[in-house]
């Protein structure tokens, strides 16, 4: 999968949970529910090998951003706090069983004010799983968002995520453009709000080779959990994820089970 959600898609077709909720396998009625949030410019179809790797024994819904694939026609939202305020409405219908959340990147963002709005209401996730993200304390805010689109395709290219044919297609590149300009000024202008911690586990996951986030930067996250926390660094760069979806799988799976949650 690319960065942008618009190359190859993945096999299998997803059925839609409601506007923003996307399954590609059947799981079991008892299964946990894992939500996972791609990063910016990324569709729901990236976390399609990890909802393979886990079915039936966790059921992911993977989110679907406004403004690309099957909902290029809706306007994008260019803010955390706006995304997290509609994925939140959307996931109230859902949680009628142990659910977890899974965020990549910006995803991790939007993941973690979620999990603190959930737990607020006191409908929180048995656990919280954060990738390719700095600590919330740490913000980074290139301006990438405010650059014109040359410099914004070349940082995306610079990342390793996206197919180089649709980098070089100006009329893919059209289309997809206001949605990964708008979830980058989402993932740039994004500033923690100190707060209580979370009082479920958070678990880290990022690359070693990462270069939007360093292992100790990663670890900053432990500060923002008053239950376990623990961080995993694997071989890779931003999308080390591509590399690794059978790893990250069992270790999902392996946490949720001994953090209850399954």
């Known amino acids: 999968m690319n960065e942008t959600g618009t190359g190859p898609r993945a096999p299998g077709r997803a059925s839609a949970d409601g506007g923003w909720l996307r399954r590609f396998h059947e799981s079991r009625d008892t299964a946990t529910r894992l939500i996972c949030l791609p990063h910016a410019g990324g569709s729901a179809s990236f976390f399609f090998p990890l909802s393979a790797g886990l079915a039936p024994d966790v059921e992911v819904l993977a989110v679907q951003y406004p403004g690309r694939q099957d909902r290029r026609h809706e306007p994008c939202l260019d803010s955390v706090s706006a995304l997290t305020d509609a994925l939140t409405e959307e996931l ?6 142990p659910f977890a959340l899974l965020g990549h990147s910006m995803g ?46 070349a940082h995306i290219g610079a990342l390793s995520g996206t197919d180089a044919r649709i980098l070089d297609d100006p009329e893919v590149l059209e289309l997809v453009l206001p949605a990964i300009r708008a979830d980058y000024r989402a993932a740039e202008t994004y500033r923690y709000v100190p707060g209580p911690p979370l009082s479920c586990p958070l678990f880290v996951l990022t690359g070693d080779q990462d270069s939007q986030v360093t292992p100790a930067q990663a670890r900053g996250w432990a500060s923002h959990t008053a239950g376990a926390h623990e961080l995993t660094v694997l071989s890779g760069g931003h999308f080390y994820l591509s590399s690794h979806w059978g790893r990250v799988a069992e270790l999902v799976r392996g946490r949720l089970v001994r953090s209850g949650a399954s």
């Open 92 to 97: 109230r219908g859902r949680l009628d069983r």
């Open 108 to 153: 991790a963002s939007v993941a973690f004010e979620t999990a603190r709005r959930l737990e607020a209401a006191g409908s929180g996730p048995q656990a919280l799983y954060v990738s390719g993200r700095r600590a919330p304390t740490l913000p980074h805010d290139k301006g990438i968002h405010l650059a014109d689109d040359a410099t914004l395709v």
